[in-house]
């Protein structure tokens, strides 16, 4: 993922990408012409306003101390630490030290999802019912220290808070873990949020059909998105009667006009570092909190707590909502 965030920063208005942090070097171009050096001292002494943390899960935490304690700004791939204790530690030093720092949830630039997300404000589709994710494909064989909880449906979890403004309130869970690794391979999840809406995550790392889906289901009708194309369809509830005598003696909903919206596609990564580079110039905008998160990875570690147990779990009240969208560089 560094070389994709290299790849955005090399060319973002505004911002000078001054090096590159890689015990490997850089044997492939990716840092596109900056310096590359081994080890976290050097890249701080380039003198930086704010770096992108792209490297393993069990590394975010360290790094991230490093820089809050310098004084740099930070936005942190998801999720945002291996464990809810240690994304609180990030937080919390973050916040003492008045930086601004993010977290790299992408899907909450992707175009189809900040349209749904609108039209939800909106209240277009009345009463939420039920949010279905699926989120599936081949094994990435760059992860290595998590399983697809914390790598891959943690997108999903975030992305449902986000989209429906709502938190967890309860989750159930079963995982599998078919690849020889130590980590879970595959995992299906129920929960509700709290406001009464149900929802369902199926993740995995073990198909060959790659898959990003999303459904929202509430009173008029059906919001479908699809990530991977950046496509949001809405399939209203019908509003024309029936005269087929069997389907008439149903009384939920029927099949209505179904629409494809036209909606600007910019990359999601390009819109997130806009973001991130404005929240470190001061100008309100809108970036994922370390808050947000850490209330992400407490739902990731409920998830695997419920599969260990098979059990339902229900989930603490979350966090106070940080009302401020970024905090101001002192």
Not at 102 to 109: A, M
Not at 134 to 148: E, M, N, S, T, W
Not at 275 to 289: H, P, Q
Not at 290 to 310: N, P
Request: proline residues 5%; negative net charge; charged residues 20%.
């Amino acid at each position: 993922m560094g070389r994709n965030h290299a790849r955005v920063l090399s060319s973002l208005d505004g911002v000078e990408l001054v090096g590159a942090m890689d015990p490997a070097g850089d044997p492939t171009g990716a840092a596109r012409g900056a310096p590359v050096v081994a080890t976290l001292p050097e890249l701080l002494a380039l003198g930086l306003d704010y770096a992108v943390v792209a490297c393993p899960t069990s590394l975010h935490e360290g790094i991230g101390l490093a820089l809050a304690a310098d004084g740099v700004c930070a936005l942190i791939e998801k999720p945002l630490a291996h464990s809810a204790a240690a994304a609180r530690r990030l937080a919390d030093a973050f916040d003492r030290a008045g930086l601004v720092a993010g977290v790299g949830h992408i899907e909450r630039f992707n175009p189809a999802l900040q349209s749904l997300r609108s039209r939800l404000e909106a209240g277009e589709l009345g009463e939420m019912f039920q949010v279905v994710t699926r989120r599936q494909g081949p094994f990435p064989q760059r992860i290595a220290d998590v399983g697809v909880v914390k790598d891959l449906a943690t997108h999903d979890i975030d992305l449902t808070s986000w989209v429906t403004g709502c938190p967890y309130a309860s989750v159930a869970a079963r995982t599998l873990s078919k690849s020889g690794r130590p980590h879970e391979d595959m995992v299906a999840v129920v929960g509700e949020l709290t406001n009464g809406t149900m929802v369902s995550h199926l993740v995995n790392w073990l198909s060959p059909l790659k898959e990003r889906f999303t459904a929202v289901t509430g009173e008029h009708g059906c919001f479908i998105a699809d990530t991977l194309t950046a496509d949001l369809t809405f399939h209203a509830n019908g509003a024309v009667a029936t005269e087929w005598e069997a389907l008439s003696n149903f009384r939920g909903a029927a099949e209505g006009d179904m629409v494809r919206y036209a909606i600007p596609k910019r990359e999601p990564l390009l819109v997130e570092h806009e973001r991130f580079r404005d929240a470190v110039e001061g100008k309100g905008t809108d970036i994922v909190t370390l808050e947000q998160g850490l209330r992400t990875v407490e739902v990731a570690e409920a998830v695997l707590d419920s599969a260990r147990r098979k059990a339902y779990l229900p989930l603490q009240s979350p966090h106070p909502p940080n009302l401020a969208a970024v905090t101001q560089r002192s």
